[in-house]
């Protein structure tokens, strides 16, 4: 596997505008390696879209795009799509750029404007090069702080003030002659269905079967990364047919033996893709690349697994998205506890007064394992809190604006914009060789997840019973995550596991939830520790001229957690990880970009 900077995809476009330039001359449009995409053009403009643009359950092309902007208008158009897309119409006759997003904000597209240009690019790190990086005016050292708190970035900021993201359900609009407007064309519903949770239950089912008919309505080879949670076997489960599966582990274990039993209850061919041990060692670059460094570079999984999988298959599935829709995954619950033990149902907390505070303290995908003030400098420590309250206040007023509260308000903060969302870079990595559709993104799954009352998400009732409605047979098998039987409501799951740990105690033998070694993922530490060219750079963190040049870190509280895990008194491999993952951001790739 061998990557140079941006030898991965990326759309990018340049729009000229002034007074004095002919429209035709205007548009510098490149899709760079980017799959599920297409381009149409004739005398009167150019559409590309990248994704999949669908009506009435079926996927349609950049021609008939152009065909129904032109009969009933881009903003019409818009609210008549579904799924995952992102679409560039350029009127010639009007001179004008539009840009549409998706209702969820699933792919990226980062913007800025220049002078006598409109300039954006799904690749952030492309546009940020061309701005400076650390030089660029724009700079911001707090989106840094961000990153490092949360392992994402809120909002539509960036690590520089110049380049914004587009958020999900927008139309950006660039008139030739200069001007830039942005309008919604689409919001979130604050409102609640009047139903049980068996009725929410027929109905996500039937929207997930709805789903999968319409990623698959166009003629491709389909394969689906299988593992033995829930998430895939639900995709599995609603699919009209049954995709070829692959499985990824760094050892066969009980993740694969889960997951082949679900593929041969399905009838479907299932293929086993050993984990390459050092698949980290050359995946920095690329991450960046695709992440613009505000994504931790370790979620790139699957870069360079194309020769494994393009055999069989060269559109993937993924179950990502659905556990944050459905299972309500970062909601402000924990597991209840017996005797000592955790269990494996929730308990949903109360929600404080102040929100944002409690959310900056407790969300559960900020960086736990470390804590990141050790590496900030000792006087910017107050206000780098300051300032992230303040971030999730205004994303929290957004959704406030939109008719949301309490729960709602919480969850808004990860369920808009998602390409934003850390583990979409798994996706990224995919699209670096294979198609990847993500089909918990459609209008109604979404607009479902939102007419949920978190009660109805903590505890996976819902969920679970729908995926039972679409196949209850691969119900019946065990969730990889517990060994227990994936049907059961997670009460009695914590009963099971409650009654095994007294089993043990008395000399029974009895079933055991699995450990890191029986999952898809390795241990964290050998993100570092099994990678000689990732243990060198991080080895060089204490002395990064890129860090020490923001003003934020310190050199000293690098250089300390660095030698807690090297010593192997504490296991910082996330945090250090993610200052590898901004060293690399800030400083710019040599300058050849490809067209």
């Known amino acids: 596997m061998s990557f140079t900077p941006y030898d991965v995809f990326h759309l990018s476009l340049d729009f000229r505008t002034g007074p004095d330039l002919p429209s035709a001359a205007r548009l510098d449009l490149t899709m760079h390696k980017l799959l599920d995409s297409d381009r149409y053009a004739d005398d009167s403009g150019t559409v590309a879209i990248w994704g999949t643009p669908a009506i009435d359950g079926r996927i349609i092309n950049a021609a008939e795009i152009a065909r129904r902007a032109r009969q009933n208008g881009i903003a019409a158009l818009a609210t008549q799509l579904d799924c995952a897309f992102l679409l560039v119409i350029h009127d010639r006759v009007a001179d004008r750029l539009t840009v549409v997003t998706d209702r969820f904000g699933s792919l990226p597209f980062f913007y800025c404007i220049e ?69 919604r064309y689409w919001r979130i519903s604050a409102g609640k269905l009047d139903l049980d949770q068996d009725q929410l239950a ?36 609603a699919a009209p047919r049954a995709p070829v599966c692959f499985t990824t582990t760094p050892k066969p274990n009980n993740e694969l033996a889960v997951a082949r039993e679900l593929a041969a209850l399905r009838g479907a061919e299932h293929i ?43 559109t993937l599935f993924m179950g990502l998205a659905l556990d944050i829709m459905f299972c309500g995954h970062y909601l402000p619950k924990s597991l209840v506890s017996f005797a000592g033990r955790s269990g494996w149902h929730f308990r949903l907390h109360d929600l404080p007064d102040d929100l944002p505070s409690a959310f900056v303290d407790t969300i559960s995908y900020r960086l736990k394992t470390s804590d990141p003030m050790r590496v900030v400098r000792a006087d910017r420590r107050d206000e780098m809190r300051v300032r992230l309250i303040e971030s999730v206040r205004m994303v929290m007023d957004e959704g406030r604006e939109l008719g949301l509260q309490g729960y709602d308000l919480w969850e808004y903060v990860h369920l808009h914009d998602l390409a934003r969302h850390y583990s979409m870079l798994m996706a990224q990595s995919v699209r670096t060789f294979a198609a990847c559709r993500i089909p918990a993104i459609t209008n109604a799954l979404y607009d479902l997840c939102w007419a949920m009352r978190a009660q109805d998400k903590a505890n996976w009732r819902v969920y679970q019973t729908a ?92 250089q300390s957690v660095l030698e807690e895990h090297t010593s192997g008194t504490r296991d910082h491999t996330v945090l250090l990880c993610e200052l590898l993952t901004i060293d690399r951001a800030l400083q710019p790739f040599e300058s050849t970009i490809p067209t």
């Open 115 to 183: 002078a006598g240009h409109f300039v954006a690019s799904s690749s952030f790190k492309l546009l940020f090069d061309r701005r400076g990086a650390l030089a660029s005016p724009g700079f911001d050292p707090w989106m840094l702080a961000e990153f490092l708190h949360f392992r994402r970035v809120l909002s539509n900021h960036t690590y520089d003030r110049g380049i914004s993201f587009l958020s999900g359900g927008s139309i950006l609009s660039i008139e030739g002659r200069g001007g830039v407007q942005c309008q």
């Open 272 to 314: 086993y893709i050993p984990r390459p041990e050092q698949l980290l060692n050359e995946a920095l670059s690329p991450s960046v690349a695709l992440s613009g460094g505000m994504t931790i570079f370790t979620e790139v999984q699957f870069i360079g697994y194309g020769p494994s999988v393009l055999q069989k298959a060269d």
């Open 467 to 558: 995926i039972a409605l679409l196949n209850a047979d691969m119900m019946a098998i065990r969730n990889a995550n517990t060994n227990i039987r994936a049907s059961m409501p997670l009460w009695q799951q914590s009963i099971v596991k409650f009654a095994r740990a007294a089993g043990q105690k008395l000399g029974i033998r009895t079933g055991a939830s699995p450990s890191w070694w029986d999952r898809s993922w390795p241990e964290p530490r050998q993100a570092i520790d099994a990678n000689p060219l990732i243990q060198a750079k991080v080895a060089d963190l204490p002395h990064s001229s890129a860090l020490a040049s923001t003003g934020l870190f310190d050199h000293d509280g690098i």
């Open 202 to 237: 027929e109905r996500l089912a039937d929207e997930l079967q709805r789903s999968m008919q319409t990623y698959m309505s166009d003629d491709r080879r389909f394969g689906l990364l299988l593992s033995g949670g829930l998430d895939a076997r639900a995709l599995l489960a």
